[in-house]
């Protein structure tokens, strides 16, 4: 299994691309189940996870169609695919494509609107807390489907073949359930009206590329969407937004290692709170317009508290990161973890780089340590992961980070981008 290898020190100057957001690729690609006609994606990141979704559409019947790279073009561009779900030849979703990533349980909300009947196995993915899938099946059922759920398997049925439109009121906002139930609403018959809706920038992504496609959707960007049902969607181009907790991600790596890097085609809008947080820090920030420029010139971090919420809130995303940072802080530091139960498995990581964190319930209190030392660490998920990266960036001495296939499901070419900002770090093969 491939290894990640720093040495610290070197502060991050330059420019770094940020790619195309997973979490908007991932639904997007899901959105090519809804027609016939070819969905066209553009600046669509190469990522594991994005692969492994690919696997799971052309088992529903789906053709992809990658473009080449023109010879000359910029190697950090991202992929232009098309998705063409002519026919869908099979409804039923497998444990073994689905169990790898949480979110192709999504597929369940197109199947069932545009096939009237979808058979998918219970998700997997991050192990970052229970996530179940109520939100999901209470909303398809308030839509008409009836689900049973039989030897892992969700078997979810549209009476008559169509879902109704209805009101969904959710308990609590979740972009999966969000992402889902929209997509299961655009073609159902008359009107649904999603209440507590997630907002996250990449809800609203996935609205658009909709409506480009036909769909009649109301109040995207809020927390109430209202969703008027047509009988067939068409084809689309769409160009998935920039990648926010990547951007955010390389903003903190830039403030813990210090120097100036433009993040190039990072948008603030879509991290404003978390890019407040970071200025608060002592990181200067600013837009400009070929992305956001972010300068620290070793004056000392600051501490400053933080508790994840969803959007426009500080992401549960970024705290990992956030944590790495703040482990040089100079004072105490209390982060509040209030979207997962479990998220906070890369302090053990941490504390062997010598950082000084301590749990309680859903806060971790961190005291600044004036230095952190090289480790061997071990990467538990997709976001922890890439906080060990952040940490190894200033750690006196080498970094060994292993299991990084976690890190290759959402950062693309990490060690190249950090690399040519003047990071030590490459990628051990084996
Ligand atoms: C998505 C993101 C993930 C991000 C998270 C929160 C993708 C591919 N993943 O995950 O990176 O960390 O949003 O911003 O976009 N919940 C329930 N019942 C449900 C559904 C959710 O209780 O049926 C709970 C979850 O356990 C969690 C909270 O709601 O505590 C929010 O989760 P949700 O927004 O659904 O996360 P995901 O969509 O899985």
């Known amino acids: 299994m491939d290894r990640i290898r720093l040495v610290g020190g070197n502060p991050l100057n330059g420019e770094l691309p940020i790619s195309g957001a997973k979490n908007a690729a991932l639904p997007l690609m899901i959105a090519s189940l809804l027609t016939d006609e070819p969905l066209t994606l553009t600046n669509v990141p190469r990522l594991a996870d994005v692969t492994q979704l690919q696997r799971i559409l052309v088992n529903h019947g789906v053709g992809v169609a990658l473009e080449g790279r023109r010879r000359g073009e910029d190697d950090m561009l991202g992929q232009r695919i098309t998705f063409t779900a002519t026919d869908i030849v099979d409804t039923r979703a497998p444990y073994e494509l689905v169990s790898k990533m949480r979110a192709s349980f999504w597929v369940i909300g197109p199947l069932l609107s545009r096939e009237g009947q979808a058979q998918v196995s219970l998700p997997g993915g991050c192990a970052i807390g229970t996530r179940p899938v109520d939100f999901y099946l209470d909303g398809l059922r308030a839509l008409g489907a009836d689900i049973e759920i039989d030897a892992g398997y969700v078997h979810a049925r549209a009476p008559g073949g169509r879902l109704k439109g209805a009101t969904v009121h959710f308990p609590r906002v979740s972009v999966g359930a969000t992402h889902t139930i929209l997509m299961a609403a655009v073609l159902a018959e008359g009107r649904t009206v999603i209440e507590n809706a997630a907002c996250e920038p990449e809800v609203g992504d996935l609205a658009r590329c909709l409506v480009a496609m036909g769909a009649k959707i109301e109040g995207i960007d809020t927390h109430t969407l209202t969703v008027d049902g047509v009988e067939k969607l068409h084809g689309a181009k769409h160009a998935v937004l920039p990648d926010r907790i990547e951007t955010g991600t390389y903003a903190m790596a830039t403030a813990m290692a210090g120097g100036n890097v433009l993040l190039k085609?990072?948008?603030?809008?879509?991290?404003?709170?978390?890019?407040?947080?970071?200025?608060?820090?002592?990181?200067?920030?600013?837009?400009?317009?070929?992305?956001?420029?972010?300068?620290?010139?070793?004056?000392?971090?600051?501490?400053?508290?933080?508790?994840?919420?969803?959007?426009?809130?500080?992401?549960?995303?970024?705290?990992?990161?956030?944590?790495?940072?703040?482990?040089?802080?100079?004072?105490?530091?209390?982060?509040?973890?209030?979207?997962?139960?479990?998220?906070?498995?890369?302090?053990?990581?941490?504390?062997?780089?010598?950082?000084?964190?301590?749990?309680?319930?859903?806060?971790?209190?961190?005291?600044?340590?004036?230095?952190?030392?090289?480790?061997?660490?071990?990467?538990?998920?997709?976001?922890?992961?890439?906080?060990?990266?952040?940490?190894?960036?200033?750690?006196?001495?080498?970094?060994?980070?292993?299991?990084?296939?976690?890190?290759?499901?959402?950062?693309?070419?990490?060690?190249?981008?950090?690399?040519?900002?003047?990071?030590?770090?490459?990628?051990?093969?084996?």
């Open 265 to 430: 085609g990072g948008r603030a809008d879509l991290l404003q709170a978390a890019l407040d947080v970071l200025g608060e820090t002592g990181a200067h920030i600013t837009q400009e317009e070929a992305g956001i420029r972010v300068t620290q010139n070793g004056n000392g971090i600051r501490p400053v508290d933080v508790e994840t919420d969803p959007f426009p809130g500080f992401p549960t995303d970024l705290q990992a990161q956030y944590m790495a940072l703040m482990t040089r802080a100079e004072g105490v530091t209390h982060i509040r973890e209030t979207i997962f139960e479990n998220r906070f498995m890369h302090v053990g990581e941490l504390a062997r780089f010598g950082a000084d964190i301590k749990i309680d319930g859903q806060v971790a209190t961190v005291t600044g340590v004036p230095e952190l030392t090289g480790a061997e660490v071990m990467a538990t998920d997709l976001r922890a992961s890439v906080s060990l990266v952040i940490a190894g960036l200033v750690a006196k001495g080498e970094t060994l980070v292993s299991r990084i296939y976690h890190l290759d499901r959402g950062f693309e070419r990490l060690e190249d981008k950090l690399g040519r900002c003047g990071a030590e770090i490459e990628r051990l093969a084996g």
